[in-house]
């Protein structure tokens, strides 16, 4: 990215200004694009939260998941 492209992001704040602003500072943000970002950080949030929960369970059980993944095999 050369100096110029990087001085308008900053200037405009980009689209992920827009997404968290009252009003849209990027023009390319549509309601489509705002929904699918939100989607995509969704989905990180909610991994990030199971693998925390996991490794919590994990660290206070030990063995614990070993034993309910046996037990779930078929």
Do not use: C, F, W
Not at 40 to 57: G, H, S, Y
């Amino acid at each position: 990215m050369n100096l110029m492209t990087k001085a308008e992001v900053t200037r405009h704040g980009g689209i992920m200004a827009s997404l968290y602003s009252s009003k849209p500072t990027d023009g390319g943000m549509t309601l489509e694009l705002s929904l699918e970002i939100n989607k995509k950080l969704q989905a990180v949030l909610e991994d990030t939260i199971l693998k925390n929960i996991t490794l919590k369970v994990s660290n206070n059980y030990p063995g614990t998941l070993k034993t309910l993944a046996v037990k779930q095999s078929p």
